[in-house]
């Protein structure tokens, strides 16, 4: 079985390729930057299309794409596996891999490897890890070994059972001021941008201009210098619960189960396929095979 070929009408317009220096120069320009995650070549696609500036390929595939209950058992092979689809999409856009729970925590030689799979095995152009403290150490031998890196400080769901839960942090002064800590160690460490998640407004806004990399938020208000969503709560693919940051741009789910129900009962009802959806046979040659098929029948033996 094989899917349809599908070429695609949409306008693309020809950009410079995204680069850590043109994404520092835009922040140094004020103008904001547009991130989104993607997890197969259809969504790289887009994106690509669409012209914002950065994807990730998150290992929140494991809850979105594989069905998981979290993040953490997501392994190498299957965000490799993940990435190297979405590289196939894109051609201007910065594309940045998460590093999967397990894959660097241990010690620097296990971060060194596993961010050099990414960036050999898929095309990854920088790696993501969650955390601050020892994964300071982490993103300084990544980045010394000529990978760049982004931090991810705030909520990090690879770590959400120590965080008492999927739940914002810095609500504190001491973890604000801890969070604060933690950007400036990794900035220090090389890290070529930052994730914010899930952390109040006004504490973004203190730490923003004390910052020189590209900060990227995802519920952490309107200070960062650009914005990241999921693929699927920015398309509206899932049902259930989604954050409190999430602004779905569109209610594709409901759509999707529409159009399956609605084939479903042309294929039961006989509506589905019509004439025009088949392929035909000359007149002569569908002749031709009536009467081979009739030999067959009729020869010893049949």
């Known amino acids: 079985m094989s899917a349809s070929p599908r070429t695609s009408d949409a306008t693309v317009v020809d950009r410079a390729p995204v680069t850590v220096t043109s994404l520092l120069e835009q922040k140094r320009q004020g103008r904001k930057i547009a991130m989104v995650t993607a997890y197969d070549h259809p969504s790289a696609v887009v994106a690509e299309q669409a012209g914002v500036e950065m994807v990730l390929v998150g290992d929140s595939a494991a809850t979105t794409v594989l069905g998981l209950d979290s993040t953490v058992p997501v392994t190498m092979d299957e965000m490799l596996m993940l990435s190297r689809a979405v590289r196939r999409g894109l051609k201007a856009t910065f594309m940045i891999c998460d590093l999967p729970f397990g894959a660097y925590e241990a010690s620097d030689l296990d971060a060194v490897r596993s961010a050099q799979r990414f960036v050999?095995?898929?095309?990854?152009?920088?790696?993501?890890?969650?955390?601050?403290?020892?994964?300071?150490?982490?993103a300084r031998a990544i980045?010394?070994?000529?990978?760049?890196?982004?931090?991810h400080l705030g909520l990090t769901p690879q770590t959400?059972?120590?965080?008492?839960?999927?739940?914002?942090?810095?609500?504190?002064?001491?973890?604000?001021?801890?969070?604060?800590?933690?950007?400036?160690?990794?900035?220090?460490?090389?890290?070529?941008?930052?994730?914010?998640?899930?952390i109040p407004a006004a504490v973004a806004e203190e730490l923003m201009p004390l910052l020189e990399i590209p900060v990227i938020g995802i519920g952490a208000g309107a200070s960062t210098d650009g914005q990241v969503l999921v693929w699927h709560d920015l398309l509206g693919l899932l049902e259930g619960h989604t954050a409190k940051f999430v602004k779905p741009y569109a209610a594709l789910h409901g759509e999707m189960v529409a159009a399956v129900r609605t084939y479903a009962d042309e294929v039961r009802e006989g509506v589905f396929p019509a004439r025009e959806h088949t392929y035909v046979i000359a007149a002569d040659e569908l002749g031709r095979f009536q009467g081979a098929l009739a030999q067959l029948h009729d020869a010893p033996g049949a």
Do not use: T
Request: aromatic share 0%.
């Open 160 to 198: 959400a059972n120590a965080l008492g839960g999927l739940r914002a942090q810095g609500k504190s002064a001491e973890q604000a001021v801890r969070m604060v800590q933690d950007a400036l160690a990794l900035q220090e460490a090389g890290c070529c941008a930052l994730v914010l998640e899930a």
């Open 120 to 138: 050999k095995e898929a095309g990854a152009q920088a790696v993501k890890l969650e955390g601050g403290d020892l994964m300071v150490d982490r």
């Open 143 to 151: 980045v010394r070994a000529g990978i760049p890196v982004v931090g």
